[in-house]
């Protein structure tokens, strides 16, 4: 079994453009990259060639910069034939052969007619260091963890094709939407690493999806002293551990006495940095004016951090599953219940959106969670994390900026109120999808 990704639809685009570069694929660790580049290999391509850089040591042959005798050598080293026209070449871990990376530049000047996907753990840091990188020359895409869709298509096939169909005022019946919501409460526990989902899905339980969970967690913090510099590694670990507690203050924004006491901004910069540049957060920065472009008016000191993966953050802060899927409240968990509901919803914007979100504040009076940019509309979104949606916030940002469309995620069915666009948290996968009807409507 394997999950289905949307991801290689636009590998498909990808390899159908007529100026097609090398592609490079950007993601966290454990996340599928090397799963996608192979299935789309299999799928798309008569043939392909899959090289590892951590299991073969080939800067001499890079050293070439001659695509056609690299071709050549690698024939003869992976005993495939390389046919340019029809194979796929796979360059995994290339971070790990510097001459590889910056051979891609000669490969899309002398040789284009080949199709080459790239990818390595920790790529963006790589690249952030100021490793040769053939700027310019290369194509770009991000792969984030699984998304619940993704994860229903291969749990509920049916179920997902349901939702993907469903229009804005279409009803549904209760037995559905709770089928729909025991798949929801496995992905909220899960989480979207491929190999935690698995367990999931296959049935292997939930105490098998928290031992993946505790490797990749361990695994990361291995990275932090294999990859990162020795002045930073402790600073990166104090930031990633204290991110649940950062999602636990009613006020979300970060504050470097929470990482450390006595800590200081200039000295947890670029830890900061690394974290992001690694895929594990999102950096949501405070956006007091939401016109076009966002990145203009953002305020950099001011900012929220989330993990990449709402499964990792649930084992990460040790929010034990009953929380997650009760009906009843329990006692001390109300706030970070929200907290970890917006950290669901950043992570299924990411997937869909080319702009970051931001959060808007007006004089401490009001907070709105994220902003969100939609072709030329900015619009403001709100999470709630059960059926109480009132939301002073949002209504004094409708009253003061007047949007076109306000969004809300709940556990109420999804529905359009005047300008306000209710949408049940299990369906912010379908947002955008969403969108194209409603905004055209208004």
Not at 46 to 73: R, S
Not at 333 to 346: D, H, T
Request: net charge neutral; aromatic share 10%.
């Amino acid at each position: 079994m394997a999950f289905k990704r949307d991801l290689l639809e636009k590998l498909m685009l990808w390899k159908k453009s007529t100026n097609r570069k090398p592609l490079v694929i950007e993601g966290a660790r454990q996340v599928g990259k090397t799963w996608l580049m192979k299935e789309f290999g299999r799928t798309c391509f008569e043939q392909f060639t899959y090289i590892n850089f951590e299991e073969l040591n080939l800067q001499d042959v890079f050293a070439e910069k001659n695509p056609h005798a690299i071709i050549q050598q690698l024939a003869l080293i992976s005993g495939n034939k390389i046919d340019p026209q029809n194979t796929l070449l796979i360059f995994d871990e290339i971070q790990e052969c510097k001459p590889a990376l910056n051979a891609l530049k000669y490969f899309y000047e002398q040789m284009p007619e080949l199709a080459i996907v790239a990818a390595g753990s920790l790529l963006g840091v790589s690249m952030a260091a100021g490793d040769s990188f053939p700027v310019g020359k290369v194509d770009h895409i991000t792969l984030y963890p699984l998304t619940f869709k993704e994860y229903l298509s291969m749990v509920d096939e049916a179920m997902c094709e349901h939702l993907s169909n469903r229009q804005v005022g279409d009803a549904i019946a209760t037995t559905l939407e709770e089928r729909i919501k025991r798949h929801f409460d496995d992905y909220r526990v899960c989480g979207g690493m491929p190999e935690a989902a698995m367990c999931m899905a296959s049935g292997e339980g939930v105490e098998a999806v928290e031992k993946v969970q505790t490797n990749i967690l361990k695994d990361y913090q291995l990275d932090f002293s294999k990859h990162a510099s020795k002045t930073i590694i402790p600073r990166i670990g104090h930031i990633y551990r204290s991110i649940p507690s950062q999602l636990s203050k009613e006020n979300r924004k970060f504050i470097y006495q929470l990482v450390k006491q006595g800590a200081r901004a200039r000295e947890y910069e670029d830890a900061l940095q690394w974290l992001r540049q690694a895929g594990l957060i999102h950096q949501v920065y405070l956006n007091k004016t939401p016109n076009i472009p966002l990145s203009a008016y953002d305020d950099l000191s001011a900012f929220k951090i989330y993990l990449s993966d709402i499964g990792l953050l649930r084992k990460l802060a040790e929010v034990p599953v009953a929380a997650l899927v009760t009906k009843d409240d329990v006692i001390g968990y109300r706030e970070f219940k929200g907290a970890f509901a917006e950290n669901y919803v950043l992570q299924s914007l990411s997937t869909q959106s080319i702009v970051n979100l931001r959060y808007w504040t007006s004089n401490n009076s009001a907070e709105v969670d994220f902003l969100l940019q939609y072709d030329t509309y900015i619009l403001p979104v709100e999470v709630k994390s059960g059926k109480s949606t009132s939301s002073r916030s949002l209504t004094l940002y409708n009253a003061d900026k007047h949007p076109i469309l306000r969004i809300r995620y709940s556990d109420k069915d999804l529905k359009l109120d005047d300008n306000l666009l209710n949408i049940p948290l299990y369906m912010a996968d379908w947002t955008f999808a969403l969108l194209n009807g409603v905004i055209t409507s208004l």
